[in-house]
């Protein structure tokens, strides 16, 4: 006689894939109202995305038909060195430390829908981690894995911020958990946190001033205001997270795979002016420091060595200044600028 299918059987196959938290929601429309905020405001830039596939995010039946239940999992990468970055390095965000963890969410989803398709060879199933049209947040807050914080991220007891997600939807009914608290409280350190003003009021986040939107996803010209205010960032930023008082003792240091490799943390400014395309790839493939591309890196790494004002980066930025991608040119005419006026300031004192 087989054995049923059930909540207990999911969970516990969750942690034997690998995963530190898993839960389970009720399949149904999500409120429109947060992604609509954000759609009506523009505040989602140009991540096209969220729009043209907003119907898709908001109900799981239109991925998966018949789907009746969403398992959240999370898998937490731990909080790294949260100290400053060594001089002629530029930091990169900590969950982009060590292995991308796309490869990593996929390796342990696949596990898990092995399991339940043992259980259940009849069962249809659709796992996703930050590829398909999911909003893998607000599961996670359904499903009682942790709530969405005034910094907009998925905040954990255990673990704080510090977690990647993941979803299963199923067309199987599994009991559901209880919805987490809001446990924010009267705490909004977060807002004035961030360098740039990207968090206007709590739960909203404009990626047009966000660092992490800038440095990732946008690989054109950086307004040069905006560069400027940066900070030590290379690639992401987590500003809005350290300061979080969830963040400030998190239950264990990580998966294994996500921990930041050797020279991960921070990468060398002078070593990026110095890459082409196939050392790129050498070096980055298999990160999700890949995301950014060769030219958004380069660009990420012109902005900070123009921050710095150090003249040791002019002849390199100079050199970039004739390069075929836009933005890798706006930024080194602008490092340029930020080099030689600081020159000129110090040669006039």
Request: hydrophobic fraction near 40%.
């Amino acid at each position: 006689m087989a054995l049923p299918l059930d909540s207990a059987f999911v969970k516990a196959a969750a942690a034997a894939a690998g995963f530190h938290a898993c839960g389970v929601a009720e399949a149904g429309p999500i409120d429109p109202a947060p992604l609509d905020r954000v759609l009506a405001g523009g505040l989602e830039a140009d991540m096209a995305w969220l729009r043209t596939q907003r119907a898709e995010r908001l109900d799981p039946a239109r991925l998966l038909p018949g789907v009746l239940s969403v398992v959240a999992v999370a898998l937490a990468h731990g909080p790294g060195d949260a100290g400053e970055p060594p001089r002629g390095t530029g930091e990169v965000a900590r969950y982009a430390r060590g292995r991308d963890y796309h490869s990593v969410m996929k390796r342990r989803l696949r596990a898990l829908v092995a399991a339940v398709a043992e259980r259940d060879p009849t069962a249809r199933c659709l796992p996703s981690s930050d590829v398909a049209p999911v909003m893998e947040k607000a599961w996670a807050e359904r499903a009682g894995i942790g709530w969405i914080g005034k910094n907009g991220c998925l905040i954990t007891e255990r673990f704080g911020s510090w977690v990647v997600l993941g979803t299963v939807l199923l067309d199987r009914s599994l009991e559901p958990d209880l919805r987490h608290p809001d446990r924010c409280g009267s705490c909004a350190a977060c807002l004035p946190a961030c360098p740039t003003g990207a968090i206007p009021e709590p739960g909203v986040v404009d990626a047009r001033r966000c660092i992490s939107f800038w440095t990732i996803e946008r690989r054109g010209e950086v307004p040069g205001d905006l560069a400027g205010r940066f900070g030590r960032w290379l690639f992401g930023c987590d500003d809005c997270q350290t300061i979080c008082p969830w963040n400030r003792r998190p239950d264990l240091d990580g998966d294994a795979e996500l921990r930041a490799r050797p020279g991960q943390a921070a990468l060398e400014i002078a070593e990026l002016l110095a890459l082409d395309e196939a050392g790129y790839r050498a070096r980055f493939n298999g990160t999700s420091i890949a995301r950014a591309r060769f030219d958004g890196l380069v660009r990420n790494a012109l902005h900070a060595a123009g921050r710095s004002g150090d003249p040791a980066y002019l002849e390199a930025a100079r050199r970039w200044t004739g390069s075929a991608h836009p933005g890798v040119r706006a930024a080194a005419e602008w490092a340029v600028g930020r080099i030689e006026e600081r020159a000129g300031s110090i040669h006039r004192e």
